[in-house]
């Protein structure tokens, strides 16, 4: 289902970065081209994209995403300003 005025997102979790293989959301992004693609994995401290032939993936570390999340969702961090 996509996002309210926004295209759909595809989340893939694993636990190392090294183990992601692009089969699966290349096949999402097949279906939805203007899809937005993440890796979420333990092992990423610092958020990354890397491009698998024309389609580009954004690896984080669960922090990452839900700050990535909270962001594109306009609203305030718990506790924050």
């Known amino acids: 289902m996509p996002r309210r005025g926004r295209p759909p997102l595809a989340i893939e979790c694993k636990t190392s970065a090294n183990d992601f293989d692009p089969k699966n959301l290349r096949a999402f992004h097949q279906l939805y ?3 937005a693609l993440r890796v979420v994995a333990i092992d990423v401290d610092r958020p990354f ?3 698998f032939g024309e389609v580009e993936v954004g690896f984080r570390g669960l922090a990452g995403l ?3 999340l ?3 969702s306009g609203r305030r961090k718990p506790g924050g300003p």
């Open 70 to 72: 909270i962001a594109a």
């Open 49 to 51: 994209e890397k491009t």
């Open 33 to 35: 081209p203007d899809s």
């Open 66 to 68: 839900m700050e990535e």
